[in-house]
């Protein structure tokens, strides 16, 4: 017989009787009758294929074959203590960790956020990975990620069944965009710019397959607009100093803006029928288990983390639009 079919019972019982030296008392123990404990060891035994006791009178004396699957009860014994705490840990909303996913867009507005949450909650470690939205998707599907930042993800055929969706994705924060410029640029300050002017303009536009490119194609197309040159770069980063360089305007998240229109390094143009809103969202995966601390960080998001970010949106969007 295989001895991976010992059944936990069994083991178990062979520690108590090696404790305590007798069926009887290990009866006493395990609250177990005398004839049901000699059927577990008579039937671990007959799995293990040698004796576990040598029966010397009354007494009992393990034999080598029995010594081993002490040791192996044992083991077994100390990692199930180790992971009874491990599962206390996980059933403790303030303990264990974090695995989050978040769009290069979205590290503007979650480490204060974080930052907050750690405070109230410091036993929490937090693992995150920046990645596309079709990535954090995959990554939410598989498990590898408990909780992610994100616009609706990555686009589905209209064929597609809603109910096939695997993902709940709870809306979180507005994601505002706005068209950006550097100062001194000739449309800084004025008010109420009608979209075509940006024909005159070059435009710095992100990568193919970039969620805010998506959006750029779309309003330049809806107001029939062709830019006179259309530089593209990779990241939201790369855009901004792009346009800080002067080569061009750009359509960007006003959550990547923060520091640069505080500080004057950028200005926001007033461009009818901007900002254009998305939304932020909350994902996680819709029938797998949320783990108390990614549960904990959830219901913060879309309670305290969403009223500051709402806040500080208006703030900024409410600003002068000349970036001072």
């Known amino acids: 017989m295989d001895p991976r079919h010992l059944s936990l019972r ?14 009887a008392r290990a009866a006493q123990r395990l609250y177990m009758t005398s004839p049901a404990i000699t059927q ?8 293990l294929g040698v004796p576990a006791f040598d029966r010397i009178g009354r007494r009992l004396r393990l034999t080598a074959g029995g010594e081993r699957a002490l040791s192996a009860a044992n083991d ?21 960790t974090l695995h989050l996913g978040i769009l290069a867009t979205g590290t503007h507005i979650l480490p204060p956020l974080l930052a907050e ?21 995959r990554r939410v599907i598989d498990g590898d990620v408990d909780l992610a930042l994100m616009g609706r993800g990555p686009e589905t055929s209209a064929d597609a069944a809603a109910s096939a969706d695997p993902l709940t994705r709870e809306p979180f924060a507005s994601n505002p965009h706005v068209i950006i410029a550097w100062p001194g640029h000739p449309l800084a300050g ?3 710019i009608s ?4 024909r005159h303009e070059s435009v710095v536009q992100r990568e193919p397959g970039s969620g805010t490119r998506a959006m750029l194609d779309n309003f330049l197309a809806m107001h029939r607009i062709t830019p006179r040159e259309r ?18 305007v750009s359509l960007t998240s006003a959550h990547t803006l923060f520091l640069e229109l505080r500080t004057g390094a950028l200005v926001r143009l007033d461009v009818d029928h901007t900002p254009i809103v998305r ?21 913060y998001l879309l309670n305290d983390g969403a009223r500051k970010v709402e806040a500080e949106t208006r703030t900024l969007l409410s600003g002068d639009r000349d970036g001072t």
């Open 10 to 23: 069994q083991l178990e019982v062979l520690k108590a009787v090696a404790e305590t030296g007798s069926m």
């Open 279 to 299: 939304t932020w969202y909350v994902v996680h995966h819709s029938e797998r288990w949320l783990p108390p601390a990614a549960a904990a960080f959830r219901d």
């Open 40 to 47: 577990q060891i008579q039937q671990l035994e007959k799995t």
């Open 76 to 96: 077994v014994h100390t990692r199930l203590g180790v992971l009874a705490k491990e599962m206390d840990a996980l059933r403790k909303r303030d303990d264990g």
């Open 195 to 198: 979209p075509i002017e940006l």
């Open 231 to 248: 530089v593209t770069v990779s990241g939201n980063e790369m855009a901004k100093h792009a346009v800080m360089c002067q080569l061009g």
């Open 117 to 137: 949450f750690r405070r109230l909650a410091p036993g929490i470690a937090v693992h995150m990975a920046v990645s596309t939205r079709a990535e954090l998707a």
């Open 190 to 192: 004025e008010r109420g």
